[in-house]
């Protein structure tokens, strides 16, 4: 976002969790009774105005379970006003076309995960790339950040990892002055901070105190109730 806007692009941030956003119904409702409308009255109205207008949708989410979070996948099934019931050939593939109010443009991805390796980030890509498709929007790419957790551990101890907050700042900038993100730009925010076998251990080693705590703390609770 810093990098966006320091090249002169406009950014709306908007929380998931502080929006009222119920789950698609699946009626229909906004293809044919009261087409690019939907009947529901709740935050997705106004957000469905902000994104016509907008020329970059980026969708941030750790994964969970191999996807986005439950309020961001509700988000992308109340989409379906921005786009037409009709079925249209692209690229040989049954798509719908988008609402003429709404504008084309990008999407970008931006995502955390607790596990090391990268590849735990693929059936979230698979799935934002999907969504591109049927949405007629061209996927710019993904900042990916495999065991994230050891991001914000490591910058409090104050090891060198700020490049990869630079470079995630040089990613947005990218993208609004040229279009799109550089494969070596995109590669230092998803770089390897410390060896697979010791950030295991290390996660292991910080749970196993967290359930020692709790457990203690528990223990201390029944123990004071008991005559």
């Known amino acids: ?38 009947f529901q009255d709740d935050d997705m109205g106004a ?27 509700t988000l992308l099934d109340r989409m379906i006003p ?23 443009g990008q999407v970008v991805l931006v995502s955390n995960c607790g596990f090391w390796e990268l590849d735990n980030f693929d059936p979230l890509l698979v799935h934002m790339e999907a969504v591109c498709r049927n949405i007629d929007r061209e996927f710019a790419g993904a900042l990916l950040r495999p065991h994230g957790p050891a ?15 630079a470079a995630a700042a040089d990613a947005g900038r990218q993208l609004v002055e040229a279009g799109s993100m550089a494969r070596e730009t995109l590669n230092a925010v998803s770089r390897d901070l410390l060896p697979r076998d010791l950030y295991a251990e290390h996660l292991n080693r910080n749970f196993g105190a967290a359930i020692a705590k709790w457990a203690e703390r528990r223990e201390k609770t029944i123990s004071g109730r008991i005559p």
């Open 82 to 104: 921005l786009i037409q019931p009709f079925v249209e050939m692209r690229d040989e593939h049954c798509r719908h076309p988008r609402r003429e109010d709404t504008k084309g």
């Open 151 to 165: 991001l914000r551990l490591m910058r409090e101890q104050g090891m060198a990892v700020d490049d990869v907050l």
């Open 47 to 73: 957000l469905l105005e902000e994104m016509k207008r907008a020329e970059m949708w980026v969708f941030a989410s750790p994964v969970f379970v191999d996807g986005v979070t439950g309020p961001l996948k």
């Open 1 to 38: 976002m810093d990098g966006m806007r320091k090249a002169g692009a406009s950014v709306e941030l908007f929380f998931t969790n502080n929006l009222s956003v119920n789950p698609c119904h699946g009626e229909f409702h906004c293809w044919t009774r009261h087409p690019g409308e939907c």
